[in-house]
């Protein structure tokens, strides 16, 4: 098979590429990439896809595929900014977009694709706004500038742009591809003034191109839009002529520093209203107007047409309910006492709107659970709840994967080690779900984690990194894992890179500094004890053994106290004192916190870190294990390197 691609020929048989008839010298590995894409040209190709396809399991880092596709735009005269043949598609992957002829050599459509220069044939290229246009686009990456953007056909001249009839509407009509098809019409100026006109344009043109880079949304071209300008043609016969299933429309009044623009999604067959929404705006800087603006609309589209994460099974197509949920999420992702509230609230808001949002439900459970640990005075209520949500997720959707998962962690909290296994075993190698919250690999390494399995757990989070090089939740059990396996060096790195990314700062901060209790550095403990954050009561603890670090009788005298203080239950408050117990020397109350708190415990590194060595040794430890159900389990999966069988039904851990 020969592929005739722009200047190129690209000839599987040989695995040869020429460029303009010339031999290009190119890496295997990279023609084997750009083989993959053009082959898949149908579909967007997923970072993991590419990963397995070249790597074969090996786990790289994100800076090779990266380094692989730069290489393979370079080959065929594409590059990052104009994207004109391999596009990024934002949170998802890669997909080959350039014109490509693979019909028999001979035959009359087997022609030479003529080279165009990048700036013309790029969505940037001569029609772009300026490079300050564009930005703005942070952390809500395409979505952030959705609305900047429906024809940069029209900032042509007049003449220019009345093109008549293009082929595609000219010919016959054409079947619409996918229901996730759109078209964006020129918006119309309500201003009155034509002064105003470039004012429309610069809010329009960037929205076909960002639309263009949603995951799964196929975008027309504005070329074929820009006809409709001004015509008074159905909203059928538009989306016949065009091919696609849906029309995103609007109109722009500016007058002096107010703006107001209105916004509305059409069923092209039927012409029903699908979604509309209209956004009154001081002007100020109007490149923040347009972000705002953009990311509101984005939402909206991608949960209307069931876009990306929003396509998932027990996502919801209700606006609002949406709205309250991604409120709740990122008040989830504080994970302090004043947030899981708020959390709390949103998620009920939204399953109001939309009961059978499963989505919302399964949040709900992780919410109440997590929850209850940082706030342990609801504790009980909250875990009771937490359950409830999840059942009522389970019963809205049973087949979501999502679901199964947490299900597996549920499993996971009480014993139920097999079931928790064979759960994540049957979901996809390396599925993660659109959030990459809740990932098989993520849970898989909290599973290995759990049974003490610290070495595996590390390698099954890694590749959990290696899909999502910024997931804040992959760093947070890699630290764990690490520590667990005995590099305290990668674990606090690990946890370095967390509490850079702002991502669930106090578990980052907490986290590192039972680390840092198992190196015995009284000066790395001092650092990572200045991090910390909590509430009143977990602060006094830190307060009190902070100034005894080199006075291990004067520490060990002060944990008693506090152990000896009564307390509510309370999960932190006897992880506290279990790893400082540990490291002033008292390993039997340190082994007395732990068998409170071990049965459903959220923390799957609770006893594997290293400066619980001596509790490990002790009897009793074995006899915690057992009730957990670990020792029947290694007896049928395998010893961890923390213990080893002794006799017919005995072992020892160290």
């Not at 059928?236 to 995103?248: D, R, Y």
């Not at 959030?435 to 898989?444: A, E, G, K, N, S």
């Not at 899909?467 to 764990?480: E, G, T």
């Not at 990572?528 to 602060?539: I, N, T």
């Amino acid at each position: 098979m020969i592929y005739r691609l722009r200047g190129c020929e690209l000839d599987a048989a040989r695995f040869e590429l020429k460029r303009n008839g010339e031999t290009v010298s190119v890496e295997p590995q990279v023609l084997e990439l750009l083989l993959y894409l053009i082959e898949h040209r149908d579909r967007a190709v997923t970072r993991n896809e590419l990963f397995e396809k070249l790597w074969r399991g090996r786990i790289v880092t994100d800076s090779a595929l990266n380094s692989r596709i730069k290489a393979a735009r370079s080959a065929i005269g594409d590059d990052g900014a104009s994207q004109a043949q391999i596009r990024t598609l934002h949170r998802t992957g890669y997909r080959f977009v350039g014109p490509v002829d693979d019909s028999p050599a001979g035959s009359p459509a087997a022609q030479p694709i003529a080279a165009t220069p990048a700036a013309l044939s790029s969505d940037e290229g001569l029609l772009a706004p300026p490079p300050l246009a564009r930005r703005r686009f942070g952390l809500l990456g395409a979505a952030l500038g959705l609305l900047l953007a429906v024809g940069a056909f029209s900032l042509l001249p007049r003449d220019a742009r009345d093109l008549g009839s293009p082929p595609a509407v000219a010919s016959a009509a054409i079947a619409p591809v996918s229901r996730q098809s759109l078209a964006v019409l020129p918006f119309a100026d309500l201003s009155g003034d034509p002064e105003q006109r470039y004012f429309v344009d610069g809010i329009s043109v960037e929205l076909m191109k960002v639309l263009s880079h949603l995951p799964d949304l196929l975008v027309t071209n504005r070329t074929s839009t820009a006809y409709f300008e001004g015509r008074n043609e159905t909203s059928a016969a538009i989306g016949e002529q065009l091919g696609v299933a849906h029309l995103l429309t609007g109109s722009v009044r500016k007058a002096g520093d107010h703006v107001r623009i209105t916004v509305e999604l059409v069923d092209a067959a039927s012409g029903y209203q699908l979604w509309a929404d209209s956004y009154d705006r001081e002007l100020g800087d109007i490149f923040e107007v347009q972000d705002e603006i953009a990311a509101h609309v984005a939402t909206a589209l991608q949960v209307k047409l069931g876009l990306g994460e929003s396509a998932e099974i027990g996502m919801t197509r209700n606006v609002e309910a949406y709205d309250a949920f991604l409120r709740g999420y990122a008040a989830y992702n504080e994970h302090t006492r004043e947030a899981f509230p708020v959390a709390i609230e949103h998620m009920h808001r939204a399953i109001a709107l939309d009961p059978k949002f499963s989505r919302a439900w399964a949040y709900l459970y992780c919410i109440y659970l997590d929850g209850a640990n940082v706030v342990p005075e609801r504790g009980a209520e909250w875990a009771r709840k937490s359950v409830e949500s999840l059942e009522r997720a389970r019963s809205v959707t049973p087949d979501s994967p999502f679901v199964h998962i947490l299900e597996a962690r549920e499993d996971m909290r009480f014993g139920r080690l097999v079931e928790a296994r064979a759960t994540l075993d049957a979901l996809p190698d390396g599925y993660w779900t659109a959030d990459r919250f809740v990932t098989r690999d993520v849970f898989l390494g909290r599973a290995l984690l759990a049974t003490g399995h610290a070495q595996d757990a590390v390698e099954a989070l890694e590749r959990a990194r290696a899909a999502d090089p910024l997931s804040a939740v992959a760093d947070l059990y890699l630290a764990i894992a690490y520590a667990a396996a005995g590099d305290s060096g990668k674990a606090l790195a690990a946890s370095d890179r967390g509490l850079a990314s702002g991502a669930f700062r106090a578990n980052f901060a907490g986290n590192a500094l039972l680390i840092a209790l198992g190196t015995r550095d009284a000066d790395e403990i001092r650092r990572r004890l200045s991090m910390v954050e909590g509430a009143p009561a977990y602060s006094a603890i830190y307060e009190a053994v902070a100034p005894l670090l080199d006075d291990p009788h004067a520490g060990l005298a002060e944990v008693r106290r506090i152990a000896a203080a009564p307390a509510p239950p309370d999960f932190i408050r006897a992880v506290l004192i279990a790893h400082w117990a540990a490291y002033f020397g008292d390993a039997p109350l340190a082994l007395e916190q732990l068998r409170g708190i071990a049965h459903g415990s959220p923390d799957e590194g609770l006893l594997w870190r290293p400066v619980l060595t001596d509790v490990r040794k002790l009897p009793g430890f074995k006899e915690l294990v057992r009730n957990e159900g670990l020792a029947a389990y290694w007896r049928e999966n395998g010893w961890p390197a923390f213990c080893r069988p002794t006799a017919a039904d005995d072992f020892e851990c160290t």
